[in-house]
């Protein structure tokens, strides 16, 4: 990639954030203003861009729980929702044919359908960057989201193979060999140590399974996902995934900047586009809705609703593909990159409210809850607990170790991920699983007892959040933060913590704290 795609794209992306906007969303536009101005793709964008995907489904397979997948009330949500919302466009497609008169609804049924499936996909780019950003991932609402959003690339998938009349080589079923060298690969990656070993056979991985799928007349993207899930849960997963978020994030500039060259947009597209825009609140809802209906707890459907509530890369996968086979105009291609990339900026713009706008609409939300997902919201009680510890890694644990020495049994941990939860309690650690974020996990605990919260977690986002749900839940304690840097240190304080630690400058007081007495001695 050229010096000039790079400078256009941090500039884009630099005045986006500054005006509260993810920096995505000025890759996208950097991308339709060079494609405005004349500029060519240069080779190297496309291979970025199916680098930067094809990592991102590496990355999220190393976050699924295929038991997750196998639940009916997963992919019957899935299911219900896709057809429901292909249902729904046919006759918005034809009433727009009557009042608009445009060329561009001029459709058959079968046209009609091709549209409306293109955009029942959600955008697994736009989710996943959005819940990385609020450290999200092992969210209840993550997992369903994540969990919707795999079902849905898995009949992307399986509309690909339909419509091109591949057919997979009898091979393929070799390919459930693979998870019997899973103990091999988890020796390898014991033996790599921790540098850039790590990293280095990530790509191995994530770049070996398209070829193996594809070898045998499979989607090579269902490769990357697959080899994701084959390591995921293996104990340098995690550790794996880190390595390779940066690379992932990089790459995945080239694939917002590819979305502004699947064509010019003319001023006609442009508003068919924010039309198709103007609904996605009805996406939104009708998610609500279905999850709902398949007994997810109010707060759960809502966010994960808001998560899917835009459209796809994997849209403008089937657009680009009817258009090849003639069974769309090209000017569809063009229609659906721009409401994609309209959409993103409309879904994480919206998600930043998220938790203020499920605090403020509780009430109302919660009326369409069914029963037995209430009678399924069951908190852990926190006997004792005068000290909380939102976040248990490194960090929650080891002020844990030193808060129980003084404090004892007062002392209690949080921790959103189910998994390492559970393997604390095994090592008799007083640590509960729930989501800091939740106004309900904070509703259900004597607040009048409660002296520190204290949270140690990565994101500002989250503890911006959790901030706001302590003070609307009526918590009179102390917050204590933690910071990577000065303006993230200032504006915890600004929000309503009492103290927030600057992390790399308390780390080296505490080390050095440490290792005073060795001088002394």
């Known amino acids: 990639m050229s010096f000039v795609w790079i400078l256009v794209a941090f500039g884009f992306g630099f005045i986006a954030k500054q005006i509260s906007l993810p920096p995505l969303v000025g890759y996208l536009s950097a991308g339709f203003m060079l494609h405005a101005y004349g500029m060519t793709p240069d080779p190297s964008l496309e291979i970025l861009a199916d680098l930067g995907i094809t990592l991102m489904l590496f990355t999220i397979g190393l976050k699924v729980d295929i038991r997750q997948l196998l639940r009916p009330d997963i992919w019957g949500a899935s299911i219900t929702h896709m057809s429901l919302w292909i249902i729904f466009l046919f006759p918005l497609l034809t009433i727009a044919a009557m009042v608009v ?3 561009y609804f001029d459709l058959d049924m079968a046209q009609c359908a091709l549209v409306g499936f293109a955009f029942s996909f959600s955008s697994t780019v736009c989710a996943i960057k959005v819940l990385e950003e609020s450290s999200e991932l092992k969210t209840r609402h993550s997992d369903l989201a994540i ?28 390919l459930f060999a693979l998870f019997l060298i899973r103990p091999l690969i988890r020796k390898i990656f014991d033996s790599s140590g921790h540098g850039e070993l790590i990293p280095l056979l990530g790509f191995l991985l994530a770049l070996g399974g398209p070829e193996l ?31 390779l978020i940066s690379f992932k994030d990089l790459f995945l500039i080239g694939f917002f900047l590819s979305i502004g060259f699947t064509a010019l947009p003319t001023v006609d597209m442009w508003f068919v586009a924010l039309a198709f825009c103007l609904i996605l609140p009805l996406k939104l809802v009708l998610f609500f809705f279905i999850f709902l209906r398949f007994n997810f707890r109010a707060r759960t459907s809502f966010l994960s609703a808001l998560l899917l509530a835009n459209y796809s890369e994997f849209g403008l996968i089937v657009a680009s593909l009817s258009v090849d086979q003639n069974w769309l ?32 609409h509780k009430g109302f939300l919660s009326r369409f809850q069914r029963k037995k997902a209430t009678q399924s919201l069951v908190y852990e009680p926190l006997p004792n607990a005068e000290i909380l510890i939102i976040g248990m890694g490194r960090v929650g644990n080891g002020a844990y170790g030193e808060l129980t020495k003084e404090f004892g049994d007062t002392v209690w941990g949080v921790e959103v991920d189910q998994q390492r939860a559970n393997q604390y309690k095994d090592l008799g650690i007083n640590i509960v699983w729930g989501d800091a974020d939740d106004v309900e996990f904070w509703e259900h605990l004597d607040l009048q007892k409660l002296k520190l919260v204290m949270l140690a977690i990565p994101s500002v986002t989250e503890m911006k959040n959790i901030i706001y749900q302590l003070q609307h839940s009526g918590y009179r304690g102390r917050i204590a933060a933690l910071a990577r840097y000065e303006d993230e240190r200032k504006e915890l304080i600004r929000l309503g913590a009492d103290v927030a630690f600057n992390y790399y400058a308390e780390v080296g007081t505490g080390f050095a704290e440490e290792s005073r007495h060795l001088v002394r001695g």
């Open 101 to 103: 008169g445009s060329v």
């Open 147 to 174: 969990s919707v959003l795999i079902i849905q690339d898995i009949l992307a998938v399986l509309f690909l193979f339909s419509a091109t009349g591949k057919v997979p080589s009898p091979w393929a079923f070799a």
């Open 213 to 243: 799928f594809e070898a045998t007349g499979m989607k090579g993207d269902l490769g990357a996902l697959v080899m994701g899930m084959l390591i995921a849960g293996l104990p340098k997963s995690n550790e794996l995934y880190k390595s």
């Open 329 to 360: 105009g090209s000017e569809w291609l063009v229609i659906i990159a721009l409401s994609t990339s309209i959409s993103f900026i409309f879904s994480t713009l919206i998600y930043k409210s998220a938790h203020a706008m499920y605090s403020s």
